[in-house]
């Protein structure tokens, strides 16, 4: 018999294998792995485009793997085109390499208002599933990150990790290194000790809020394209992904 996998061991083991250093940009990040039809491509990447410039994705970087190619384990059909894209434990990863010990808490659905988060509206443990929460969520079909887009208000994925209150000037000093290459994803940074929208902190703890990875495909979903997410994949080399801006 095997023993079930919560998915917070997977999260943890793939978060000790970043080697992703914000100030030089270069090393391996987390990314999920999205698998649409190759007839969709261009109105994905007009998506993405969308997404990341209101600032809904982990960052600009994708790679596209064609029909034919392998990425890790995963085979690109013909017919099909695979996009890889950052997943957001990529920061807990490099929180973790700039030995801040943090702790991914949980994936779920802030509502947003007028351009500013105001409370989680439903959270799922990573300690208590096997499959990703934020996968389980995107197929509730509970977000509205149209409507976000569009009016500045709506709800989008993300996720929820915990900290020392004491390595604070650390995770600050890490998050601005990543918000500098690109990693524009942190949505709130809590106060010690204090609630963090809406959702308890451990005592001594601060809450980090990012925006999730699949916010960009949650998008593609709402307007009808078919899209399978691999979530944390893969380690990927930033070296070989480009800046959305620049792939056509």
């Not at 997404?51 to 994708?62: C, D, F, N, R």
């Not at 976000?148 to 709506?154: L, Q, V």
């Not at 890490?174 to 949505?187: K, M, N, P, Q």
């Amino acid at each position: 018999m095997t023993d079930i996998m919560f998915i917070i061991s997977r999260i943890e083991s793939m978060m000790y294998q970043v080697t992703f250093d914000p100030v030089s940009r270069k090393g391996k990040i987390i990314a999920n792995i999205s698998i649409i039809n190759e007839g969709d491509l261009q109105n994905v990447l007009d998506l993405f485009r969308q997404a990341v410039h209101s600032g809904l994705s982990v960052s600009p970087y994708i790679k596209i793997i064609r029909p034919g190619e392998k990425i890790g384990s995963v085979k690109i059909e013909k017919g099909k085109v695979g996009i890889a894209t950052a997943c957001s434990i990529t920061i807990d990863g490099v929180l973790l390499k700039a030995g801040v010990p943090v702790k991914p808490k949980f994936g779920g659905v802030v509502e947003i208002h007028d351009g500013s988060p105001l409370r989680f509206t439903d959270i799922l443990s990573y300690d208590s599933t096997t499959i990703d929460p934020l996968d389980v969520l995107m197929s509730q079909e509970l977000t509205s990150v149209t409507e976000m887009i569009n009016t500045g208000s709506g709800k989008i994925l993300a996720n929820l990790r915990e900290a020392p209150m004491a390595a604070r000037n650390m995770i600050e000093q890490v998050l601005d290194s990543l918000v500098e290459a690109g990693f524009s994803c942190i949505l709130e940074v809590g106060e010690p000790n204090s609630d963090i929208l809406g959702v308890q902190v451990g005592r001594d703890k601060l809450g980090i809020a990012v925006i999730g990875g699949t916010n960009p495909m949650a998008l593609m979903q709402e307007h009808g394209i078919d899209v399978n997410t691999q979530e944390m994949s893969i380690l990927l080399d930033i070296e070989e992904m480009g800046h959305i801006d620049e792939i056509k």
